[in-house]
């Protein structure tokens, strides 16, 4: 079926149908409905959950505000943040985005901003990071499970002081019930995640199950059957790491000698 095809039984233009395909715009109902008809679609469960969905996307997110900021790409992240249930992180770099300090994420984004990239739009940048923890607290807070390696520990971010107030909030941080952080130490050696940083979502239904993976062209997210290869490296990663006492030991071990 072409986008014509579509355009022409919804009356809506060819670039309107392929900004729907993309994700650019959300469906507007009426377009949807048309469009079960149009797919055959009539399972009652399966039309009521992509009605839902429709709805939800033409609700506005505090992010929404900063889509200049943030770019197509990354408006995921939060996004996906605000209704998971559970977000399961593997770290080989850095600090995973939800446990930073401010101090910590200013020294990063300095670190990786484009040339010519101007200080408000860094100021700007961590705001937006900071702003994603507030995920981490309220009445349903999100569950956070992070898994670093201990390199992390070691790699200076910053100065002196900004280490130890990071080391200081991950301690912090791990004693809340929602949140688990876990270390790989060096010695372990070689393990499944070699390919590097991941981040493992838990949705509720009516949204699948999602996982976003850094690559140097950006980031990429994996839904279905791809998935099963993050699982399996994920519980690979829990027979690896230390306990979550241990951790906790290693990372003040790390503060109070750097």
Same mark, same amino acid.
């Given at each position: 079926?072409?986008?014509?095809?579509?355009?022409?039984?919804?009356?809506?233009?060819? #670039?309107?149908?392929?900004?729907?395909?993309?994700?650019?715009?959300?469906?507007?109902? *009426?377009?949807?409905?048309?469009?079960?008809?149009?797919? #055959?679609?009539? +399972?009652? /469960?399966? &039309?009521? +959950?992509?009605?839902?969905?429709?709805?939800?996307?033409?609700? /506005?997110?505090?992010?929404?505000?900063?889509?200049?900021?943030?770019?197509?790409?990354?408006?995921?992240? %939060?996004?996906?943040?605000? &209704?998971?249930?559970?977000?399961?992180?593997?770290?080989?770099? @850095?600090?995973?985005?939800?446990?930073?300090?401010?101090?910590?994420?200013? !020294?990063?984004?300095?670190?990786?901003? =484009? %040339?010519?990239?101007?200080?408000?739009?860094?100021?700007?940048?961590?705001?937006?990071?900071?702003?994603?923890? &507030? =995920?981490?607290?309220? +009445?349903? %807070?999100?569950?956070?499970?992070?898994?670093?390696?201990?390199? @992390?520990?070691?790699? %200076?971010? #910053?100065?002196?002081?900004?280490?130890?107030?990071?080391?200081?909030?991950?301690?912090?941080?791990?004693?809340?019930?929602?949140?688990? @952080?876990?270390?790989?130490?060096?010695?372990?050696?070689?393990?499944? !995640?070699?390919? #590097?940083?991941? @981040?493992?979502? &838990?949705?509720?239904?009516?949204?699948?199950?999602? =996982?976003?993976?850094?690559?140097?062209?950006?980031?990429?997210?994996?839904? *279905?059957?791809?998935?099963?290869?993050?699982?399996?490296?994920?519980?690979?990663? +829990?027979?690896? =790491?230390?306990?979550? !006492?241990?951790?906790?030991?290693?990372?003040?071990?790390?503060?109070?000698?750097?």
């Amino acid at each position: 079926m072409s986008l014509k095809f579509v355009g022409d039984y919804l009356q809506r233009d060819a #670039g309107t149908i392929s900004r729907y395909e993309a994700g650019h715009f959300p469906v507007r109902r *009426g377009d949807l409905l048309a469009l079960l008809s149009l797919f #055959g679609v009539s +399972e009652e /469960k399966e &039309r009521n +959950e992509l009605i839902q969905l429709c709805e939800e996307s033409w609700q /506005k997110g505090w992010w929404d505000q900063h889509r200049e900021d943030l770019g197509q790409n990354f408006i995921n992240v %939060p996004w996906i943040e605000s &209704r998971a249930h559970c977000v399961n992180n593997y770290e080989h770099m @850095v600090v995973h985005g939800l446990l930073q300090t401010r101090d910590y994420a200013e !020294a990063l984004v300095k670190k990786r901003a =484009a %040339p010519g990239t101007t200080s408000e739009q860094m100021r700007r940048w961590v705001d937006l990071r900071l702003e994603r923890q &507030r =995920a981490l607290a309220g +009445e349903t %807070p999100l569950e956070v499970a992070s898994i670093i390696e201990e390199s @992390v520990l070691q790699r %200076p971010v #910053g100065g002196r002081q900004t280490m130890i107030d990071q080391f200081e909030h991950l301690i912090k941080r791990a004693q809340q019930p929602n949140i688990t @952080v876990r270390v790989v130490k060096t010695e372990s050696g070689s393990h499944a !995640a070699h390919t #590097g940083s991941f @981040v493992f979502y &838990r949705m509720p239904s009516p949204y699948p199950d999602v =996982a976003n993976v850094e690559t140097i062209g950006g980031a990429l997210y994996l839904e *279905g059957d791809a998935i099963g290869r993050v699982l399996s490296i994920w519980e690979d990663l +829990e027979e690896e =790491a230390l306990s979550e !006492a241990d951790s906790i030991s290693l990372i003040q071990m790390y503060a109070e000698r750097i």
